[in-house]
Structures are given as structure tokens and as C-alpha cells.
């Protein structure tokens, strides 16, 4: 019977394999200078502190995943056209925090669309201390290479609110949200900290100085 042959058949039968099958094809590569793997006529990037390095390739029906060392350490979505670059901008901006004059030009940013509170900070960080400022922007930038870019954002959003523009003060508040605990951005939860009163200046207080300084 046909009862009799399943029976029959589920003995002769091999296990399943312990870890599941993955529908995917499996190839190698090399990391290009510019922080590039190539499959199938497409580039897609890695991190820049695996330049150079034997990774493997494994790509999904939709997603091509890049791993070196046991890990994985790219992630994009599969391309189906030819000769294309795919990039992640979190890639590259360990490498722009050496190199921070480069941040208008990098191909990687090229067609990121960057939030509105991101440019409102870049904007207050370059005016406060030019060159260092951007430097501290792209600081901020590679919190992403950790936390999620609605999370920057929300830690951004307060940090305008409260004129914190620093990166340690967003790190702070980006961790706070991750932890699940309020800030501590308030003086008033450190009383010990000695206060300073700033009087509005007055005309009269120079020509003081100015008269001492004669006698």
C-alpha cells in the first residue's frame, strides 16, 4: 500500500541537515582600493578598513551579502543591471574623517539624501570651528556605523533644541535613547558645579577700566 512504501521510503531517507539550506550562490573576491567587491558586472561596497582584503560573496535573490573573517560585514540590496556601483555611505566616512575636505565630492554621498537636522548641524558645526567643525560633523556621521539613522536623527533634533551642538553631547543623547534613560544635558541635575552670572555689558563698566587704567 501506499502507506506501506512512505514508511519504507521516511527509513531509507537522509536527515535533514543541521543548519538550513541557503538558496544562494556563493562566490570570492577582493576588496578594491577604493573599498569595492565586484559580482556579476556590479561593485558593491565594504567598509574602507577592509581594503584589500579575501571576502566572500554570497547573493540572494535580492540581497548580496559581503562577509570577511566569519562575519558579515556589507549588506545591499542586489543589482540586476550592469557596470553599476552600489554604496553604502556609512562605508566611507571612517575614511573621510582623515580626509574631511573630501566630504562635498566622495561619490559615496553623492546621491545620499541627507536629513534636514544633519545639514542644520554640519551648517553650525563649519561655522563655529570651520574645518575642525566638519571634522567633528563627520564624527557624528559614523555614529551610524552603530545606531540606526532615525535614532541619530531624533538625538540630533534635541541637541538643536538645547544648543548642544558637540559630538559628545549627541553620543550621549544617542545612547540615552538606546538605553532608555533620561539625559543629563541639564546643569541643574549637577548642583555641585559652581554657577556663573554674565551681566549684560555696559558702556559705563569700559570707561571705568578706562579711567583706572589713566590714574
Known sequence: ?????????????????AMPYQACHKATGRVSSQSLVR??????????????????IRAFVDVVEIGCGGGVIARHARCYEREQMIFDPVHYFALLETKP??????????????????????????????????REFIQVLRLLESFDLPTLCAAVRVALQKRAIAFDAIKHLVLCQVERRPARLDLSLYPYLP????????????????????A
Open 1 to 17: 500500500t501506499i502507506g506501506e512504501r512512505l514508511k519504507r521510503d521516511l527509513a531509507a531517507m537522509s536527515p535533514l541537515p
Open 39 to 56: 559580482y556579476k558586472s556590479n561593485d558593491y561596497s565594504v567598509p574602507s578598513t577592509y581594503g584589500l582584503r579575501e571576502v566572500t
Open 101 to 134: 575636505g573630501a566630504l562635498d565630492q566622495a561619490a559615496p554621498l553623492v546621491d545620499w539624501e541627507m536629513p534636514d537636522e544633519l545639514q542644520t548641524l554640519r551648517r553650525l558645526m563649519e561655522a563655529r570651528h570651520a574645518r575642525q567643525g566638519r
Open 195 to 214: 554657577r556663573t552670572a554674565v551681566q549684560t555689558t555696559k558702556a559705563a563698566s569700559y570707561m571705568a577700566l578706562l579711567s583706572e587704567g589713566a
